[in-house]
């Protein structure tokens, strides 16, 4: 691990890195409709001037490609083998959002050798002059990579629904992270709401709990109603932002995506591309040790 750091360190003399806002978008549990959150939020950050790069980071199950109508020939593992520079996996979504493949060969990133890591955090790196704010949509449940992704990430957004499962399990994930790895802060999304209040009462439901039991701090980030103009977008392989702009579900996504872009912005080491990705593999390297 000293060996990637210091490889690190040298590319980060040898160039001028941007501070990216990076966003982990995770759920207790699957069928929540994260994914569609973290493609809909990229596009509406990049319809908002924002320039945005999304990481498929869900190794088994990889679908930002198919929500969006994409059929990527190369992936992260083209990088690390040197058959690709990681400007040319990239996918080019709506407004210029960009697009980084997801690889099963990348499921356990501490499994890598030293030079391999370095090379993931030099690709990542390239990137940090071209990109204002990196999404990373995580697999759902608490595998040790998706640990490893949100410990990694600055901002941690825990997608919920109005089902007892989605609630317990996002708490459970919150537990977790609080108590075991120090996290504190967490924006909860409400999904699939039937109204604002709908969305208000379920980060109530959830706050109540975390408040009784964990020292975090919950922020309501919004809510996202539930609407048939998403169905259709899934269904036509589109961004509901882009094909139906005028729902109530991409008016609610353009004032989530707003609200982002007032988020304070943490002035700390953590705030560079190669230091989000060396932090998640050494997160996931102390995973598998343990």
């Not at 490609?65 to 040319?88: A, C, T």
């Amino acid at each position: 691990m000293h060996k990637v750091q210091d490889q690190a360190a040298g590319i980060r003399k040898l160039k001028r890195v941007n501070p990216v806002r990076v966003i982990a978008v995770i759920s207790g549990k699957g069928g929540v409709g994260k994914t569609n959150i973290a493609v809909n939020l990229g596009v509406s950050l990049a319809q908002q001037g924002k320039r945005v790069a999304l990481f498929d980071a869900d190794m088994g199950l990889a679908n930002v490609d198919i929500l969006l109508g994409m059929h990527p020939k190369y992936n992260l593992s083209h990088v690390l083998n040197g058959q690709k520079k990681m400007q040319e996996i990239i996918e080019t979504g709506p407004f210029n959002l960009k697009v980084i493949p997801a690889s099963s060969g990348l499921q356990h990133m501490s499994e890598l050798s030293s030079e391999e890591q370095a090379e993931v955090i030099h690709a990542f790196s390239d990137l940090s002059d071209e990109i204002d704010v990196l999404i990373v949509d995580t697999a759902a449940g608490i595998a040790g990579n998706v640990v490893s992704f949100a410990r990694a990430c600055q901002e941690v957004m825990v997608v919920v629904s109005d089902e007892p499962t989605s609630l317990t399990d996002a708490y459970a994930f919150i537990k977790l992270l609080n108590r075991d790895y120090g996290l504190y802060q967490f924006h909860i999304l409400a999904n699939m709401v039937q109204s604002p209040q709908h969305g208000r009462q379920l980060f109530k439901k959830l706050s109540n709990v975390t408040d009784d039991y964990l020292d975090v701090v919950l922020t309501y980030a919004g809510a996202i109603p539930f609407d048939q103009c998403l169905r259709k977008a899934v269904q036509k392989q589109s961004a509901v932002v882009d094909r139906f702009p005028e729902s109530r579900a991409s008016q609610a996504f353009r004032a989530i995506a707003q609200g982002i872009s007032n988020w304070p912005v943490k002035s700390q080491i953590g705030g560079h591309l190669e230091f989000f990705v060396e932090r998640m593999i050494q997160y996931e390297t102390q995973e598998h040790a343990a």
